[in-house]
């Protein structure tokens, strides 16, 4: 069973306008999140993370939204580039016993056109 | 450096082959992690190594060895793999702790099974 959710696998977005990446997750047991941008045939790389006892973070272009009610998150580009343009994941981290996991949701492809 | 190396980026392998799969960090991180992607799929946790110790084995087939020599070196054994363990082996490092869960991702081993 999926426990993290990203339910758009593209999005297009013009050049200069706002980009909305959306995320939802099932365990509440999740208590931090973060945000990967990933190239074909390269690892991930780590853009932004928020902690459950946050509702937003903020880092330059990019700010991370949490409601913990609705179990949903969401990324915010502003203003979008060409450059923007990836496979962006969200992962939701587990504290267990015997270590962290970071579980992935399928990813959105964003398209940014100049 | 916020550099995580892996070594080699390519690898083709028969299925009777012996194989090692290397990962270098030199962030003082004590966590360590191997993902596997396949194509169009989000990466899954295989295995977590905490203080050098192994604490999260993702059910993961004997074929795949861990390894993890020091802080800083994280090895993955392969033996017998099969055409389907095809895909794309991602090593990933962080720090420890409640705060410090962004994982940081090598470029990754694309490997062949043939």
């Known amino acids: 069973d999926q426990q993290v959710k990203q339910n758009s696998p593209s999005l297009s977005v013009q050049e200069g306008r706002i980009s909305i990446l959306n995320c939802d997750y099932t365990?509440?047991?999740?208590?931090?999140f973060l945000w990967y941008k990933k190239y074909p045939a390269e690892g991930p790389t780590f853009l932004i993370s928020?902690?459950?006892?946050?509702d937003k973070n903020e880092d330059g272009r990019f700010t991370v939204f949490l409601n913990k009610s609705a179990k949903h998150l969401s990324l915010h580009i502003v203003p979008s580039q060409p450059g923007d343009s990836a496979v962006y994941f969200c992962?939701?981290?587990?504290?267990?016993?015997?270590?962290?996991?970071?579980?992935f949701g399928k990813g959105t492809t964003l398209s940014v056109s100049s | 450096d916020t550099e995580v190396t892996q070594t080699p980026k390519h690898l083709v392998m028969g299925m009777t082959n012996k194989k090692s799969l290397k990962c270098e960090q030199h962030m003082g991180h004590r966590a360590m992690y191997w993902y596997k992607q396949k194509a169009k799929k989000p990466p899954e946790l295989m295995f977590v190594?905490?203080?050098?110790?192994?604490?999260i084995n993702e059910s993961v087939p004997s074929r795949f060895s861990p390894e993890c020599p020091n802080s800083s070196l994280l090895n993955l054994h392969l033996h017998a793999l099969q055409p389907e363990d095809s895909a794309l082996y991602l090593c990933a490092s962080s720090l420890q702790g409640w705060t410090a869960r962004e994982a940081f991702f090598g470029q990754g081993t694309r490997l062949t099974v043939v």
């Open positions: 190594y905490s203080y050098e110790k192994l604490s």
């Open positions: 928020i902690s459950s006892i946050k």
């Open positions: 992962a939701a981290s587990l504290m267990r016993q015997a270590g962290t996991a970071l579980i």
């Open positions: 365990n509440s047991m999740f208590d931090y």
